[in-house]
T-cell receptor
Framework: AQRVTQPEKLLSVFKGAPVELKCNYS??????LFWYVQYSRQRLQLLLR??SRESIKGFTADLNKGETSFHLKKPFAQEEDSAMYYC???????????FGPGTRLSVLP | SQTIHQWPATLVQPVGSPLSLECTVE??????LYWYRQAAGRGLQLLFY??????ISSEVPQNLSASRPQDRQFILSSKKLLLSDSGFYLC?????????????FGSGTRLTVV
C-alpha cells in the first residue's frame, strides 16, 4: 500500500538557516513524488515535483529510491517560507494520490 | 487557463441538517476530480474521486456521498450531518492519465457542524 510519512509536525528555524523537511514513502512501483505548500489563508498549491527536477522559491527535493525519501531542502530559509508543507505520492494514472500528515514550518526572525 | 471554483468558503450547519458543497472546473475536459478532508495532524484524507460523469469511488466509509452530474462539476453531500463531519474540505482536479502533473486545489470549505 502507498504511504507517506513526515516525521516532524512542526519545524522551527531561524531566518537564514538551512531547512530540511523530511518525507519518506512506501510504494511498490515507481512513484511520482510532490511537495505541496499552504501559506496562511491561501489555497493548497503545488510547490514542486520530482520529475521536473526544478527549484522553486529556492527549494529543491531529490528522490532517493534507496532510502525511499524525498526531503525538501532550502539553504537559507526566509520568513515568507513559513507555511504548512505536504509531501505527496502519486500512483498509476494520477488517481491515487496519498498525502503525508504535513509539517508546519516556522521561520523565526 | 484552467481554474477550479469551490463554494461556499465557510459553512455553519446544525447537526442533522443536509449538506451540499459544490466544485466546478473550467478550461479543461474530462478531468479527474477529488474531494479531500484536511484534518489537523492527519494530513489530507481522500474521500471520493471521479474519473467521469456518474463514476464515483469512495475511499473511506462515512456519512458523506459525492456525485458528478456534469463533466466539470463535483458535489459533496450529506443527508444528515454529524458533529464529526466538521472540518476543512478541499476539491481538486488533475488531467486524466497524467500522474506527473499533480493536483490543483480549490480554496476549500470550512464546515462547522454545531
Amino acid at each position: 500500500a502507498q504511504r507517506v510519512t513526515q516525521p516532524e509536525k512542526l519545524l522551527s528555524v531561524f531566518k537564514g538557516a538551512p531547512v530540511e523537511l523530511k518525507c519518506n514513502y512506501s510504494y511498490s512501483g515507481s512513484p511520482e513524488l510532490f511537495w505541496y505548500v499552504q501559506y496562511s489563508r491561501q489555497r493548497l498549491q503545488l510547490l514542486l515535483r520530482h520529475i521536473s527536477r526544478e527549484s522553486i522559491k529556492g527549494f529543491t527535493a531529490d528522490l532517493n529510491k534507496g532510502e525511499t525519501s524525498f526531503h525538501l531542502k532550502k539553504p537559507f530559509a526566509q520568513e515568507e517560507d513559513s507555511a504548512m508543507y505536504y509531501c505527496a505520492l502519486s500512483g498509476d494514472y494520477g488517481q491515487n494520490f496519498v498525502f503525508g500528515p504535513g509539517t508546519r514550518l516556522s521561520v523565526l526572525p | 487557463s484552467q481554474t477550479i471554483h469551490q463554494w461556499p468558503a465557510t459553512l455553519v450547519q446544525p447537526v442533522g441538517s443536509p449538506l451540499s458543497l459544490e466544485c466546478t472546473v473550467e478550461g479543461t475536459s474530462n478531468p479527474n476530480l477529488y474531494w479531500y478532508r484536511q484534518a489537523a495532524g492527519r494530513g489530507l484524507q481522500l474521500l471520493f474521486y471521479s474519473v467521469g460523469i456518474g463514476q464515483i469511488s469512495s475511499e473511506v466509509p462515512q456519512n458523506l456521498s459525492a456525485s458528478r452530474p456534469q463533466d466539470r462539476q463535483f458535489i459533496l453531500s450529506s443527508k444528515k450531518l454529524l458533529l464529526s463531519d466538521s472540518g476543512f474540505y478541499l476539491c481538486a482536479w488533475n488531467p486524466v492519465g497524467t500522474s506527473s502533473y499533480g493536483y490543483t486545489f480549490g480554496s476549500g470549505t470550512r464546515l462547522t457542524v454545531v
